[in-house]
């Protein structure tokens, strides 16, 4: 099962970085395969909110439904679902000076006949951690650091 994973640094602070990124619906913003992440429930983000993700990744249009399982003062845990995989995306926050550093690791299960996708998809997997990283940076030190 494909697992990738980058660290890097940036402008705003760990109390800044983490609301953000645990509201999901920001994805449209900083992850260059969603199309469109639609919050399905109301009320403050808090573990247990869910999201409807349209991402676009090698040509191939998925859809998952996403929860934010965690969230504390550094950590942020977001699990997409559908019928053929499982994404976990973790994404540890630490200070950095007057920043922070983040640790953004994405686990894929593959579930029953998509599971020979395996080995190919991490290729696919590391271009899109490597694109992740840059436009999540930008975004962060751009956008949210104002």
């Known amino acids: 099962m494909p697992t990738v ?5 940036v402008v705003p602070a760990p109390d800044v ?3 953000y990124l645990a509201d999901f619906g920001h994805a449209e913003e900083w992850d260059p395969g969603t199309e469109s992440c ?9 573990v247990g909110s869910t999201w409807h993700n349209v991402s676009k990744i090698a040509g191939i249009t ?4 996403y929860t934010l399982e965690e969230q504390t003062g550094d950590r942020v845990v977001l699990v997409g679902r559908n019928e053929t995989a499982t994404s976990t995306e973790t994404i540890d926050v630490t200070p950095d000076g007057s920043g922070s550093s983040i640790t953004y690791t994405n686990h894929i299960e593959f579930n029953g006949a998509a599971k020979v ?3 190919l998809a991490k290729l696919v997997f590391e271009k899109v ?3 992740t990283e840059r436009q999540l940076t930008d975004v962060l030190n751009k956008h949210v650091a104002r």
Do not use: I, Y
């Not at 994973?5 to 640094?9: D, L, N, P, V, Y």
């Not at 998925?62 to 439904?65: G, N, Q």
């Open 117 to 119: 996708a395996s080995p």
């Open 17 to 19: 970085v983490v609301p």
């Open 129 to 131: 951690g490597h694109d």
């Open 62 to 65: 998925t859809e998952l439904t």
């Open 5 to 9: 994973s980058r660290t890097f640094t």
């Open 38 to 46: 639609t919050r399905t429930d109301s009320g403050p983000v808090r």
